[in-house]
């Protein structure tokens, strides 16, 4: 099971996806991350150096800028970050969309048509004794 994400090839940050304790080690894309603090489930964790005023990147776009350096592995929070929407009036959203890497396939559904038009497929009732 994943313990953090990753959400954007472009993230300099991965999310948390179970509490961490500090000196915890976890791998992300084949990179070897030492924790320096505790991190919470669903918090922010550095995966590269971030420069004080360096851009956050999550969902690979900036959410906010680094107030000071910040090394791998620490936990990215309010404490050590800030937005960038300061004295922004105005707001606009770029998104970059990048093709599917799946192969389109032709898929196949083995069902069957009602006479009022809907479709159905056979039910069967498994029984599997648990105990």
């Known amino acids: 099971m994943k313990e953090v994400i990753r959400i954007h090839q472009e993230d300099n940050v991965a ?20 924790l320096k603090e505790e991190v919470k ?7 590269t150096p971030i420069s004080a005023g360096g851009n956050i990147i999550k969902y690979g776009f900036p959410i906010g800028h680094a107030t000071h350096s910040i090394s791998p592995g620490e936990w ?14 105005e707001y606009e959203f770029h998104q970059k969309l ?34």
Do not use: C
Not at 16 to 34: C, P, T, Y
Not at 41 to 47: E, Q, S
Not at 76 to 89: E, M, P, R
């Open 15 to 34: 999310v948390a996806l179970r509490d961490f304790l500090a000196q915890e080690n976890l791998m992300v894309n084949g990179k070897e991350i030492s």
């Open 76 to 89: 990215v929070h309010t404490h050590n970050t800030k937005t960038n929407l300061n004295n922004i009036n």
């Open 41 to 47: 489930r669903g918090h922010k964790i550095a995966l």
């Open 98 to 131: 990048a093709d599917p890497k799946e192969k389109k396939q032709s898929l196949m559904f083995k069902g069957y048509r009602r006479k009022n038009g809907d479709v159905g497929i056979r039910n069967e009732l498994w029984i599997v004794p648990t105990v």
